[in-house]
């Protein structure tokens, strides 16, 4: 399905709220199903142009729980809550009721996503203990440790160099 726009889901509503023509019609040309086109003109009657602007918002699960109770006592469709609401997605509305049906309201409440933050116990300890007991000594030695490796490494490229360089190298036919 194609994602539309705040302002192609407007200029279909009001399309059809001119009057001109019906849903079906405006539904082909802007190629939706009409149902989704119904959808859109009921949360524009109930939100206004509010209702298309674009939320990323975490439902708690008593708010979820609110909308299947009214969703139930009034009898209305997933789409009509959905639209009463000003939820954007009615499937979002049937996930919540699937979730209940299968679960009860502990399935209502969100899980965080993602892969959970590492806990300290489980951390790997550094080569040479906890860092903060890396002392000044063990540091300097790492330094002085380090700068012969690197002096040995030059010269032994310098010697390579050299040897690649030389004239003594002969030429076989």
Known sequence: ?????????????????NGSEGQRIIAD???????????????????????????????SAQYKLDVLNYMNDNGTSINETAAIFNIP??????????????GGVDALISKKKGRSPMKKENQKP?????????????????????RMENAYLKKLNAL?????????KTKHK
């Open 29 to 59: 040309r802007i190629g939706v199903d009409e149902s989704v086109l119904r959808n859109w003109i009921k949360q524009y009657e109930l939100h206004g142009e509010d209702a298309f602007v674009k939320r990323y918002t975490n439902y």
């Open 89 to 102: 997605s009615p499937s979002r509305v049937y996930q919540w009721l699937k979730s209940y049906e299968a």
């Open 160 to 168: 390579v160099q050299n040897k690649e360089k030389s004239p003594n």
């Open 1 to 17: 399905m194609a994602k539309f726009t705040a302002e192609q889901k407007i200029n279909g509503v009001k399309e059809y709220l």
């Open 126 to 146: 550094t080569k040479k203990g906890d860092s903060k007991e890396v002392t000044v000594e063990a540091l300097q030695e790492e330094l002085e440790r380090l």
